[in-house]
């Protein structure tokens, strides 16, 4: 850890006055973690879930290697139609995880506070924003970004396209789940086919879309089975695993490599034994650099997370055959759009698929959808059978503090699902 600590303090240090060594530093750090992760992997980890932190790896180094051929995109902006033109998806909150994981968020999350940046903003895009800001990140070709679900997209890309003076696309998506808005969304999808081809020269072809979006739907579709058939298995897991397969089932979705990787995690459930401990299941981010997180739930055969909602956001009912209505539908009928009522709902019917004991909705600073929505959820949940804490905290910022209310509030949840007459209760719903 101390190497990592070091490394971070260096990245933040070199980007105040030498952005472009900061960067070289920060590309070679993440190269040297993208070996390891091949040839010195986790052995904790299933076999697909070390294919997985390599696939996550090579999508964060392809902005920092060739930025050139890269979209700056918020999380749940389709992505099919970029790497249909070459582009690879650049996107914020994933980069801010990985800045945190390097120890390096906090000299660019002040930065962007320094700079006019509220206070409030989501840490994942302070961060992202403040490191644009001191020169750490290259210049994309161009930015695509939706206003679904987070607030903070309208801030961040609009303030990224003035900085770095590049062409920006905005997806807007009413909150209504009905035709109409499938046909208006569908409709920007096409003008951004248009754009895209502006800006890349590269034409986009409907049948080869279509194609992709084959992949995507029987990409999701297989997720679903595994989660389904992870319910009766124990499956090892780190924190970081469930936020990479909300990375996989969105900015990557569409990807042979994506779903290579749902293939294995089916034969890796197949393999694996009976389940054992308390299943958890967790709403919004992850504090993967949470201590107190990890003494409960790392590696942990008492208690593990057995899905997260983020890789559960995007339904597998969209016809293929029409690539811009697909995307459209997808994102009108996304879990997260809308009232909160379906956020829950949703996350409900998952949290039963996979067999939950309990869970964990995680009140991320910053993120009003999530801290309005918290009361109904509890409530909501509960009466379905689901045990549900609140867990106050931050996903990105590890100077937020807390750690010690975390441990506490955590522990004490995981004891009373331990507590004799519980142990099917959650399962059964």
């Not at 971070?8 to 190269?31: C, D, F, I, M, N």
């Not at 072809?205 to 319910?231: C, N």
């Not at 994506?258 to 992850?286: F, Q």
């Not at 929505?373 to 990105?396: H, R, S, T, V, Y």
Request: glycine share 6%.
């Amino acid at each position: 850890m101390q190497v990592v600590e070091t490394f971070g303090r260096t990245v933040e240090s070199w980007s105040s006055q030498r952005p472009e060594r900061a960067r070289k530093l920060l590309r070679t750090g993440w190269e040297a973690q993208n070996l390891k992760n091949r040839f010195k992997p986790d052995k904790r980890l299933q076999p697909a879930d070390r294919q997985l932190a390599c696939i996550m790896m090579d999508a964060m180094l392809a902005p920092l290697q060739t930025p050139e051929q890269s979209a700056m995109v918020s999380v749940f902006t389709p992505c099919e139609m970029l790497q249909e033109v070459g582009l690879n998806p650049y996107n914020v909150e994933a980069f801010s995880c990985y800045l945190s994981g390097s120890q390096a968020e906090r000299a660019f999350l002040q930065q962007a506070e320094n700079t006019g940046i509220s206070e409030t903003l989501c840490s994942y895009h302070k961060t992202f924003l403040g490191a644009a800001q001191k020169g750490l990140l290259p210049k994309p070709r161009c930015i695509v970004y939706t206003n679904l679900t987070c607030d903070a997209n309208l801030v961040t890309f609009r303030t990224l396209s003035q900085l770095y003076h590049v062409p920006a696309f905005a997806i807007d998506v009413p909150m209504q789940q009905n035709q109409d808005n499938v046909d208006y969304v569908a409709a920007q999808l096409r003008a951004l086919a248009a754009f895209l081809q502006e800006h890349t020269d590269k034409a986009i072809d409907e049948e080869s879309l279509k194609v992709r979006l084959r992949r995507s739907k029987r990409t999701l579709e297989k997720y679903r089975a595994y989660q389904q058939k992870r319910a009766d298995r124990y499956v090892p897991t780190d924190l970081v695993t469930p936020l990479y397969c909300g990375m996989t089932n969105n900015i990557l979705l569409g990807t042979e490599q994506v779903e290579a990787y749902v293939d294995e995690l089916l034969k890796d459930a197949d393999k694996a034994p009976a389940a054992k401990g308390k299943r958890i299941y967790w709403m919004h981010t992850i504090p993967f650099w949470s201590d107190a997180v990890k003494e409960d739930l790392l590696f942990q055969e008492g208690a593990q997370i057995v899905g997260c909602e983020l890789s559960e956001v995007a339904e597998p009912d969209f016809d293929p055959e029409q690539p811009f209505e697909a995307m459209a539908h997808r994102m009108v009928y996304h879990a997260l759009n809308g009232s909160a009522s379906r956020r829950i709902e949703a996350g409900i019917r998952h949290a039963k698929q996979v067999k939950a004991d309990g869970v964990v909705w995680f009140d991320h600073w910053g993120c009003k959808h999530t801290l309005g929505a918290a009361q109904l959820a509890k409530k909501k949940f509960e009466e379905a059978g689901l045990p549900l804490l609140i867990l106050d905290g931050d996903g990105c910022d590890r100077s937020h503090g807390g750690e010690g209310q975390t441990s506490t509030r955590l522990g004490a949840f995981l004891e009373m699902l331990n507590e004799p007459g519980r142990t099917e209760e959650g399962a059964q719903g």
